[in-house]
């Protein structure tokens, strides 16, 4: 079953580090992510840019609206994603558990499902 670990981060958390601190960081997670794949579990990943640079999409009654930026008043973004095949919900965080980026962020782990099999199961 396919998962979605979310590398979900305080605003400005990016800003904060240096260029070196940056490029580390990165480093450590492509190295995860490289281990993730040789183990037959990563079927993708990306960082994505700031939110900062968003554009979001609305159709309300017949009207579409595009919108610059970020969500109204938020503290965290979502900085990037791993997609992973897993055989059950406890592996998934297993593998998030092993995250470098657990240490200055939040992993938030979701299973792949359609919007109508909403279930509370893991």
Known sequence: MAYMLFMVEPVGQR??????????????MVTWGESLQKRGLLLGAESLR????ATRVQIRGGHTH???????????????????????HEEAVAIAKECPAAEWLTVEVRGIAACFEESTAH
């Open 66 to 88: 595009v919108i610059d930026g970020p969500f109204a008043e938020t503290k965290e973004m979502i900085g990037g994603y791993f997609l992973l095949d897993c055989k059950s």
């Open 15 to 28: 800003q904060a580090r240096t260029e070196a601190e940056g490029r580390d960081a990165y480093a450590r």
């Open 50 to 53: 700031s939110q900062a640079s």
